[in-house]
């Protein structure tokens, strides 16, 4: 089973970009959906961002539509994450999840999860 690992989380101001990884350990991510969740301090983990590895597909929440990109290099097994324009709203703990077939915005069907990184946008 994949094991995602995030890195790329920090402090930024508002306006500025960030870009998290995902990396896929124990096996790749071939035949997965990747997806890209947030979960902010007292709510619920909400979907970002989702790409199938064939990179055919990819799924964006209405609040990142137009500012946030997901993509992949599949070489390096790894996902990306680019986060511009971004506002104090975006501040939340990032998780990448993956899972076999297509993308799902909703958490129940994501078996592998990252340990998360932090993302601060100060106003």
């Known amino acids: 089973q994949v094991q995602p690992v995030e890195s790329g989380g920090g402090l930024v101001q508002a306006g500025g970009s960030l870009r998290l990884s995902c990396a896929a350990s124990g096996r790749t991510f071939s035949d997965y959906a990747v997806t890209w969740f947030r979960q902010a301090p007292g709510k619920e983990r909400d979907f970002v961002a989702g790409l199938s590895w064939s990179g055919i597909r990819t799924l964006y929440a209405d609040s990142v539509q137009g500012r946030f990109t997901v993509s992949s290099d599949n070489a390096k097994n790894t996902v990306f994450l680019q986060m511009n324009s971004l506002k104090p709203e975006d501040t939340a703990v990032y998780y990448c999840?993956?899972?076999?077939?297509?993308?799902?915005?909703?958490?129940?069907?994501?078996?592998?999860w990252g340990q998360g990184t932090q993302v601060t946008v100060s106003s």
């Open positions: 999840a993956a899972r076999r077939g297509g993308i799902w915005r909703g958490t129940q069907l994501y078996d592998s």
